[in-house]
């Protein structure tokens, strides 16, 4: 029967890693806070009816860029994938 390790797990990550990960951090928060510009812009333009068309389109482009944050992720993945091809796959905690 195999020991049990008592100790905590220890993760060895390299410095290209740590700098792909900080890249794509970076990148995915600058997404979250154009997001968020867009929908609040688009909202304060949907207070004057002159304005609605406008507004309609902050929503648009905002919309579409919901859609990039998952794109984000999973460039990320295939990134990290290749640099350490057998390290198990992340958990729901990253970005």
């Known amino acids: 029967m195999a020991d049990k390790?008592?100790?905590?797990l220890t993760l060895?990550?390299?410095?290209?890693?740590?700098?792909?990960?900080k890249?794509?951090?970076?990148?995915s928060i600058l997404n979250d806070i154009l997001i968020g510009l867009w929908f609040v812009v688009g909202s304060g333009l949907f207070f004057s009816q002159q304005t609605s068309i406008?507004?309609?389109?902050?929503?648009?482009?905002?919309?579409?860029?919901m859609l990039i944050r998952p794109t984000i992720r999973l460039v990320r993945r295939v990134h990290l994938g290749r640099l350490h091809p057998i390290r198990p796959a992340e958990t729901a905690r990253d970005f």
């Open 12 to 21: 060895h990550i390299g410095d290209r890693e740590l700098v792909i990960r």
């Open 5 to 8: 390790p008592s100790g905590p």
């Open 54 to 65: 406008a507004a309609t389109w902050q929503f648009l482009i905002g919309s579409i860029q």
């Open 23 to 27: 890249r794509y951090e970076v990148i």
